[in-house]
């Protein structure tokens, strides 16, 4: 989902799609076609703390979209987001951990820029939230807990990338991103500012 380093991946698959427009059909995106789109993302991040305490966490992500171009350039959308994280601690004589779900909306714009070509770059702004259902438990001593946390609330979102069309009813979709979270994990007045990297699959039911 979230990390603040870029993977070392993202070159190798910039690389691959462009090879792979190479093969696909040149087409463009007009007013009045209809996107369903889903794109993901995951990070795993380990942590050593010192005095052999070290944190592991695993974040996955997933947005599910429904997009419509109002013009070739201008296209809304908006769906849902589910996040599932992991994090564990380690340390002398105790273990914890720390499992919740989230589930939110989004709503964005974006900028489909002109192309003669299979690639199309786009650029795209918006906002949503997130609701968090946490559980938190120390598997030591078997204490547990469920608390009560305030909405997450992402604004702004602001992403970049291309889409590489593959025919005239898809296209596989790579964009860098950047989020400012308040409310972070649930507590009040937390900030956080998250970049990272989606690859998403579109499909175009609808295309004019």
Same mark, same amino acid.
């Given at each position: ?22 093969t ?16 993901? *993302? ?33 296209? +809304?959308? %908006? ?27 989004? %709503? ?7 192309s003669?070509?299979?690639? +199309?770059?786009?650029?795209?702004? %918006? ?41 005239? *009813? ?5 964009a ?19 970049? %990272?990297? *989606? ?5 175009f039911?609808?295309?004019?």
């Amino acid at each position: 989902m979230l990390s603040n380093r870029t993977p070392r991946i993202v070159p190798i698959l910039l690389a691959a799609l462009l090879a792979t427009s190479v093969t696909v059909a040149a087409s463009s995106l007009n007013g009045g076609t209809v996107e369903l789109r889903a794109r993901g *993302s995951f990070v795993h991040h380990t942590f050593d703390g010192g005095n052999d305490v070290e944190q592991t966490a695993n974040v996955a992500s997933l947005n599910c979209d429904l997009g419509y171009f109002l013009t070739s350039m201008v296209e +809304v959308a %908006g769906g849902v987001i589910y996040e599932h994280s992991s994090v564990e601690w380690t340390g002398p004589n105790q273990e914890t951990k720390d499992t919740d779900s989230r589930i939110g909306l989004m %709503g964005q714009l974006i900028l489909n820029f002109p192309s003669s070509g299979a690639i +199309v770059p786009f650029v795209g702004g %918006g906002a949503g939230f997130l609701s968090l259902d946490s559980k938190f438990e120390n598997t030591t001593t078997g204490y547990e807990d469920e608390g009560d946390y305030e909405k997450i609330y992402i604004l702004p979102r602001v992403e970049g990338g291309i889409r590489v069309l593959v025919g005239d *009813s898809a296209s596989i979709n790579i964009a860098g991103f950047y989020e400012h979270r308040k409310n972070d994990e649930g507590i009040e007045d937390a900030d956080a500012d998250n970049m %990272g990297v *989606s690859l998403g699959i579109t499909i175009f039911p609808v295309r004019r």
